[in-house]
Nanobody, 121 residues
């Protein structure tokens, strides 16, 4: 059974940076593509980015390109979301997801509970 736990959220100011982490518990972390989604109040969950099974490629939503970076550490079963130059539009609950077969905007075999990111102006 796979479990995902996100950490690193918090309250920051406009222009600040945060790094989210997602700890993966289970077997064969490197067999899963990993992704990040977010959900703001009143909005649907939206794709933020994803990283391929061994980390060779990444995808990012247009809204975060140039500001966010996804990486993974297969030795430590962790995926990261480095968020730079944060703005109020980035305020949301951020969720980590793992998927054995999908890579991109339709991932979702497993989900974490999320971590809140609030960007204050």
């Amino acid at each position: 059974q796979v479990q995902l736990v996100e950490t690193g959220g918090g309250l920051v100011q406009v222009g600040d940076s945060l790094r989210l982490s997602c700890a993966f518990s289970g077997d064969r972390f490197s067999s899963y593509a990993m992704g990040w989604y977010r959900q703001a109040p009143g909005n649907e969950r939206e794709f933020v980015g994803a990283i391929s099974w061994r980390g060779g490629t990444t995808l990012l939503a247009d809204s975060v390109k140039g500001r966010f970076i996804i990486s993974r550490d297969n030795a430590n079963n962790t995926v990261y979301l480095q968020m730079n130059n944060l703005g109020p539009e980035d305020t949301a609950v951020y969720f980590c997801t793992a998927d054995l077969s999908m890579y991109g905007e339709k991932m979702g075999d497993y989900w974490g509970r999320g971590t809140q990111v609030t960007v204050s102006s």
